[in-house]
């Protein structure tokens, strides 16, 4: 499944913008500060991401959920 799948509902950021694709959430974690991107959470939701790029299927609503939890789990998106 291609990085610019998107999402069946795109997951919205307190900030006002949008994670629409997996190539979005991707870049969103890659854009966080080291430290943070190791933090289990956001591992989680990278496992997840990836896995929906190699393989599709329910990953993809997987990769959603993970990336909701790790925006909650911050407190500062969501």
């Known amino acids: ?16 913008g949008r994670l629409a694709t997996l ?6 974690v890659m854009a966080l500060p ?9 591992q989680v939701a990278v496992e997840n991401l990836i896995n929906a790029a190699e393989t599709g299927g329910g990953w993809l609503m ?4 993970a990336m909701m939890q790790a925006l909650n789990a911050d407190g500062k998106e969501g």
């Open 1 to 16: 499944m291609p990085w610019s799948t998107p999402f069946d509902n795109p997951i919205p950021l307190r900030s006002g």
């Open 23 to 28: 190539q979005q959430a991707a870049d969103y």
């Open 34 to 42: 080291e430290k943070v991107q190791h933090e289990a959470h956001w």
């Open 62 to 65: 997987f990769a959603r959920i």
